[in-house]
Protein backbone atom coordinates (compact mmCIF):
# COMPACT_ATOMS: atom_id res chain seq x y z
CA UNK A 1 0.00 0.00 0.00
CA UNK A 2 2.88 2.28 1.23
CA UNK A 3 4.61 1.47 -2.28
CA UNK A 4 1.49 2.28 -4.34
CA UNK A 5 0.60 5.70 -3.21
CA UNK A 6 4.89 6.26 -3.15
CA UNK A 7 4.22 5.61 -6.79
CA UNK A 8 1.29 7.64 -7.21
CA UNK A 9 2.95 10.50 -5.38
CA UNK A 10 5.87 10.24 -7.93
CA UNK A 11 3.72 9.94 -11.20
CA UNK A 12 1.28 13.15 -10.06
CA UNK A 13 5.02 14.72 -9.88
CA UNK A 14 6.71 14.23 -13.05
CA UNK A 15 3.03 14.63 -14.69
CA UNK A 16 2.91 17.88 -13.35
CA UNK A 17 6.68 18.79 -14.34
CA UNK A 18 5.96 17.79 -17.65
CA UNK A 19 2.92 19.96 -17.79
CA UNK A 20 4.91 23.09 -16.74
CA UNK A 21 7.66 22.30 -19.17
CA UNK A 22 4.85 21.73 -22.13
CA UNK A 23 3.53 25.52 -21.15
CA UNK A 24 7.10 26.86 -20.52
CA UNK A 25 7.93 25.79 -24.18
CA UNK A 26 4.24 27.25 -25.78
CA UNK A 27 4.73 30.57 -23.84
CA UNK A 28 8.35 31.09 -24.96
CA UNK A 29 7.97 30.04 -28.42
CA UNK A 30 4.68 32.08 -29.08
CA UNK A 31 6.29 35.59 -26.85
CA UNK A 32 9.25 34.82 -29.48
CA UNK A 33 7.51 34.73 -32.83
CA UNK A 34 4.66 37.22 -31.94
CA UNK A 35 6.06 39.30 -29.51
CA UNK A 36 2.56 39.82 -27.72
CA UNK A 37 2.51 38.19 -24.14
CA UNK A 38 -0.62 39.67 -23.60
CA UNK A 39 -2.60 37.33 -26.49
CA UNK A 40 -1.97 34.24 -23.51
CA UNK A 41 -4.66 33.95 -20.44
CA UNK A 42 -3.58 31.13 -18.24
CA UNK A 43 -5.76 28.63 -16.35
CA UNK A 44 -6.03 29.91 -12.60
CA UNK A 45 -5.84 34.39 -13.52
CA UNK A 46 -8.72 36.46 -14.04
CA UNK A 47 -8.42 36.81 -17.57
CA UNK A 48 -8.43 33.50 -18.11
CA UNK A 49 -12.03 33.06 -16.51
CA UNK A 50 -13.48 36.07 -18.46
CA UNK A 51 -12.35 34.86 -21.60
CA UNK A 52 -13.32 31.38 -20.91
CA UNK A 53 -16.73 32.12 -19.55
CA UNK A 54 -17.70 34.95 -22.58
CA UNK A 55 -19.53 33.21 -25.07
CA UNK A 56 -20.35 29.57 -22.86
CA UNK A 57 -23.57 28.53 -23.95
CA UNK A 58 -23.81 25.68 -22.21
CA UNK A 59 -22.77 25.82 -18.66
CA UNK A 60 -22.72 22.03 -17.79
CA UNK A 61 -19.60 21.64 -19.56
CA UNK A 62 -18.09 24.78 -17.30
CA UNK A 63 -18.84 23.75 -14.28
CA UNK A 64 -19.21 19.87 -14.68
CA UNK A 65 -16.36 18.54 -12.20
CA UNK A 66 -15.91 15.28 -15.16
CA UNK A 67 -14.93 17.90 -17.72
CA UNK A 68 -11.11 19.87 -17.80
CA UNK A 69 -10.47 23.29 -19.34
CA UNK A 70 -7.72 24.16 -21.33
CA UNK A 71 -4.34 24.93 -19.53
CA UNK A 72 -4.34 28.34 -21.54
CA UNK A 73 -6.13 30.18 -24.02
CA UNK A 74 -4.36 32.02 -26.49
CA UNK A 75 -6.97 35.46 -28.16
CA UNK A 76 -5.64 35.94 -31.60
CA UNK A 77 -5.92 39.00 -33.19
CA UNK A 78 -4.60 38.59 -36.33
CA UNK A 79 -4.23 35.34 -38.40
CA UNK A 80 -0.63 35.22 -38.44
CA UNK A 81 -1.52 35.04 -34.31
CA UNK A 82 -3.11 31.60 -35.12
CA UNK A 83 -0.33 30.53 -37.10
CA UNK A 84 2.44 30.93 -34.26
CA UNK A 85 -0.15 28.84 -32.05
CA UNK A 86 -0.16 25.97 -34.47
CA UNK A 87 3.50 25.72 -34.78
CA UNK A 88 4.48 26.13 -31.19
CA UNK A 89 1.65 24.13 -29.85
CA UNK A 90 2.96 21.52 -32.21
CA UNK A 91 6.23 22.19 -31.09
CA UNK A 92 5.77 21.80 -26.88
CA UNK A 93 3.41 18.99 -27.69
CA UNK A 94 -0.14 20.59 -26.65
CA UNK A 95 -3.37 19.58 -28.60
CA UNK A 96 -5.70 22.68 -29.90
CA UNK A 97 -8.93 23.41 -29.46
CA UNK A 98 -10.76 26.19 -31.98
CA UNK A 99 -13.44 28.90 -30.64
CA UNK A 100 -15.05 31.28 -32.85
CA UNK A 101 -18.76 32.17 -32.07
CA UNK A 102 -18.96 29.86 -28.66
CA UNK A 103 -22.15 27.99 -29.79
CA UNK A 104 -20.69 24.77 -29.41
CA UNK A 105 -23.47 22.91 -27.04
CA UNK A 106 -21.31 20.17 -26.48
CA UNK A 107 -18.51 22.21 -25.12
CA UNK A 108 -15.59 20.50 -27.25
CA UNK A 109 -14.45 24.13 -28.01
CA UNK A 110 -13.47 24.78 -24.47
CA UNK A 111 -13.03 21.74 -22.70
CA UNK A 112 -12.62 17.87 -22.57
CA UNK A 113 -13.98 14.57 -20.85
CA UNK A 114 -11.21 13.47 -17.86
CA UNK A 115 -7.44 13.60 -18.99
CA UNK A 116 -5.87 16.84 -17.82
CA UNK A 117 -6.79 20.40 -19.00
CA UNK A 118 -3.53 21.09 -19.53
CA UNK A 119 -2.80 18.62 -22.37
CA UNK A 120 -4.68 21.13 -24.38
CA UNK A 121 -5.19 24.94 -25.74
CA UNK A 122 -7.73 26.99 -26.74
CA UNK A 123 -7.47 29.20 -29.98
CA UNK A 124 -10.08 31.66 -29.22
CA UNK A 125 -10.54 33.92 -32.80
CA UNK A 126 -13.75 35.90 -31.63
CA UNK A 127 -11.23 39.12 -32.45
CA UNK A 128 -11.28 37.97 -36.13
CA UNK A 129 -14.36 39.84 -37.38
CA UNK A 130 -13.16 42.19 -40.19
CA UNK A 131 -15.28 42.28 -43.41
CA UNK A 132 -14.62 43.56 -46.67
CA UNK A 133 -16.92 43.76 -49.97
CA UNK A 134 -15.87 43.16 -53.18
CA UNK A 135 -15.62 46.64 -55.71
CA UNK A 136 -18.46 45.08 -57.63
CA UNK A 137 -20.55 44.13 -53.97
CA UNK A 138 -20.77 40.87 -55.14
CA UNK A 139 -19.11 38.77 -52.48
CA UNK A 140 -17.14 39.82 -49.29
CA UNK A 141 -14.07 38.52 -47.08
CA UNK A 142 -15.22 37.08 -43.69
CA UNK A 143 -13.16 36.18 -41.28
CA UNK A 144 -13.95 33.22 -39.13
CA UNK A 145 -14.24 35.47 -36.02
CA UNK A 146 -17.55 37.49 -37.07
CA UNK A 147 -20.67 36.59 -36.22
CA UNK A 148 -23.72 36.14 -38.57
CA UNK A 149 -25.42 39.36 -37.33
CA UNK A 150 -22.11 41.38 -37.64
CA UNK A 151 -22.13 40.11 -41.50
CA UNK A 152 -26.18 40.94 -41.56
CA UNK A 153 -25.45 44.31 -40.88
CA UNK A 154 -22.62 45.11 -42.99
CA UNK A 155 -24.47 43.84 -46.02
CA UNK A 156 -27.68 45.48 -45.46
CA UNK A 157 -26.30 48.92 -44.22
CA UNK A 158 -24.39 49.49 -47.37
CA UNK A 159 -26.10 47.06 -49.68
CA UNK A 160 -29.51 46.58 -48.62
CA UNK A 161 -30.45 44.15 -52.63
CA UNK A 162 -27.95 41.73 -51.18
CA UNK A 163 -28.36 39.09 -48.35
CA UNK A 164 -25.94 36.15 -47.55
CA UNK A 165 -27.93 33.06 -46.78
CA UNK A 166 -26.82 31.61 -43.73
CA UNK A 167 -28.39 31.03 -40.19
CA UNK A 168 -31.22 33.01 -38.21
CA UNK A 169 -29.01 33.25 -34.97
CA UNK A 170 -27.08 36.63 -34.70
CA UNK A 171 -24.39 35.73 -32.08
CA UNK A 172 -23.50 32.37 -34.28
CA UNK A 173 -19.97 32.50 -35.16
CA UNK A 174 -19.32 32.26 -38.92
CA UNK A 175 -16.45 29.82 -38.77
CA UNK A 176 -17.84 26.88 -37.26
CA UNK A 177 -21.46 27.94 -39.10
CA UNK A 178 -19.74 27.23 -42.38
CA UNK A 179 -17.82 24.57 -41.48
CA UNK A 180 -20.91 22.73 -40.38
CA UNK A 181 -23.04 24.07 -43.45
CA UNK A 182 -24.73 26.69 -42.60
CA UNK A 183 -28.34 26.12 -43.07
CA UNK A 184 -31.12 28.85 -42.89
CA UNK A 185 -34.23 31.10 -44.25
CA UNK A 186 -32.84 31.23 -47.81
CA UNK A 187 -31.29 27.69 -47.91
CA UNK A 188 -34.26 26.50 -50.59
CA UNK A 189 -33.36 29.53 -53.21
CA UNK A 190 -29.70 29.96 -52.41
CA UNK A 191 -28.22 26.79 -50.82
CA UNK A 192 -26.87 26.78 -47.51
CA UNK A 193 -23.86 28.55 -46.48
CA UNK A 194 -21.18 26.49 -47.54
CA UNK A 195 -22.34 26.31 -50.92
CA UNK A 196 -21.38 29.76 -51.27
CA UNK A 197 -18.38 29.95 -50.40
CA UNK A 198 -15.81 31.18 -53.27
CA UNK A 199 -12.24 30.83 -51.18
CA UNK A 200 -10.89 29.97 -47.68
CA UNK A 201 -8.08 30.77 -45.70
CA UNK A 202 -6.63 27.77 -43.54
CA UNK A 203 -4.27 27.36 -40.93
CA UNK A 204 -2.62 23.91 -41.85
CA UNK A 205 -1.10 21.72 -39.10
CA UNK A 206 2.39 22.61 -39.74
CA UNK A 207 1.09 26.86 -39.26
CA UNK A 208 0.99 27.67 -43.16
CA UNK A 209 -1.51 29.97 -43.95
CA UNK A 210 -3.34 28.24 -47.33
CA UNK A 211 -5.98 29.86 -49.37
CA UNK A 212 -7.87 27.63 -51.96
CA UNK A 213 -5.00 27.26 -54.43
CA UNK A 214 -2.42 26.32 -52.21
CA UNK A 215 -4.80 24.20 -50.24
CA UNK A 216 -5.90 21.83 -53.11
CA UNK A 217 -9.45 20.97 -54.18
CA UNK A 218 -10.02 18.05 -52.03
CA UNK A 219 -9.40 20.03 -48.84
CA UNK A 220 -11.30 23.01 -50.25
CA UNK A 221 -14.75 20.91 -51.15
CA UNK A 222 -14.31 19.46 -47.15
CA UNK A 223 -13.80 22.44 -45.25
CA UNK A 224 -17.15 23.51 -47.03
CA UNK A 225 -19.65 21.87 -44.73
CA UNK A 226 -17.62 18.56 -43.58
CA UNK A 227 -16.70 19.74 -40.07
CA UNK A 228 -14.29 21.97 -38.61
CA UNK A 229 -11.95 19.62 -36.88
CA UNK A 230 -8.99 17.91 -38.24
CA UNK A 231 -8.50 19.64 -41.62
CA UNK A 232 -6.83 23.39 -39.70
CA UNK A 233 -7.78 26.00 -38.59
CA UNK A 234 -10.04 28.27 -40.76
CA UNK A 235 -9.94 31.71 -40.48
CA UNK A 236 -11.58 33.72 -43.40
CA UNK A 237 -14.10 33.28 -46.12
CA UNK A 238 -14.82 34.71 -49.42
CA UNK A 239 -18.71 34.12 -49.76
CA UNK A 240 -20.90 35.04 -52.58
CA UNK A 241 -23.55 37.33 -51.96
CA UNK A 242 -27.18 36.61 -52.97
CA UNK A 243 -29.51 39.25 -54.88
CA UNK A 244 -32.70 40.01 -53.06
CA UNK A 245 -35.48 42.53 -53.12
CA UNK A 246 -34.60 45.85 -50.36
CA UNK A 247 -38.28 44.51 -48.67
CA UNK A 248 -38.80 40.46 -48.16
CA UNK A 249 -41.82 39.52 -45.92
CA UNK A 250 -40.98 36.70 -44.07
CA UNK A 251 -43.90 34.21 -42.10
CA UNK A 252 -44.93 31.44 -40.58
CA UNK A 253 -47.77 29.36 -41.85
CA UNK A 254 -49.51 26.75 -39.34
CA UNK A 255 -51.92 23.92 -40.76
CA UNK A 256 -53.38 21.58 -38.56
CA UNK A 257 -55.33 18.27 -39.52
CA UNK A 258 -58.45 18.68 -37.75
CA UNK A 259 -58.94 22.24 -39.19
CA UNK A 260 -62.13 22.58 -41.63
CA UNK A 261 -60.23 24.32 -44.07
CA UNK A 262 -56.71 24.63 -44.56
CA UNK A 263 -54.33 27.66 -46.36
CA UNK A 264 -52.29 26.56 -49.19
CA UNK A 265 -49.56 29.31 -49.98
CA UNK A 266 -49.41 29.26 -53.98
CA UNK A 267 -47.18 31.47 -54.64
CA UNK A 268 -44.12 34.04 -53.09
CA UNK A 269 -43.14 36.51 -55.13
CA UNK A 270 -39.61 37.91 -54.15
CA UNK A 271 -39.47 40.45 -56.59
CA UNK A 272 -42.61 42.00 -55.35
CA UNK A 273 -42.85 40.49 -52.05
CA UNK A 274 -46.71 39.76 -52.39
CA UNK A 275 -48.01 36.32 -51.24
CA UNK A 276 -50.97 34.56 -52.97
CA UNK A 277 -53.06 33.04 -51.11
CA UNK A 278 -55.83 30.81 -51.41
CA UNK A 279 -58.38 29.03 -49.21
CA UNK A 280 -59.47 25.55 -50.41
CA UNK A 281 -62.16 23.28 -48.48
CA UNK A 282 -60.34 19.64 -47.36
CA UNK A 283 -62.31 17.43 -49.27
CA UNK A 284 -61.10 19.47 -52.61
CA UNK A 285 -57.19 19.68 -51.14
CA UNK A 286 -56.23 16.32 -50.02
CA UNK A 287 -55.53 14.60 -52.81
CA UNK A 288 -52.39 17.33 -53.67
CA UNK A 289 -51.66 17.49 -50.03
CA UNK A 290 -51.24 13.89 -49.13
CA UNK A 291 -47.67 13.78 -50.52
CA UNK A 292 -46.67 17.16 -49.88
CA UNK A 293 -44.28 18.68 -46.93
CA UNK A 294 -44.99 21.09 -44.55
CA UNK A 295 -42.61 23.58 -45.74
CA UNK A 296 -39.66 25.25 -44.37
Request: with cysteine; proline share 4%.
Given at each position: MILFVFL?????IVSSSSIQTQESAFTQCFTNVTQSPNLLAFSGTSSYK????????????????????????????DESHVQAAVICARAAGLQIRVRSGGHDYEGQSYSAFGGNASFFLTVD?????????????NSA??????????????VAKDHPTK????????TVG????????GIGTLTRKFGTAA?????ARIVDYTGRLLDMSTMGEDLFWAVRGGGSSGFGILVAFKVQLANVPPVVTVF?????????????VLELSLKSSIVKVVEAERHQAGGALAGGGTGA
Open positions: LFSSLIILRSSVKNQRFLFSPETSKPALIVSAGISGLRSISFDSGHWVQAGATLGELYYAAFPAGICPVGGHVCGGDNVLDNVGRYIYEKKLIL
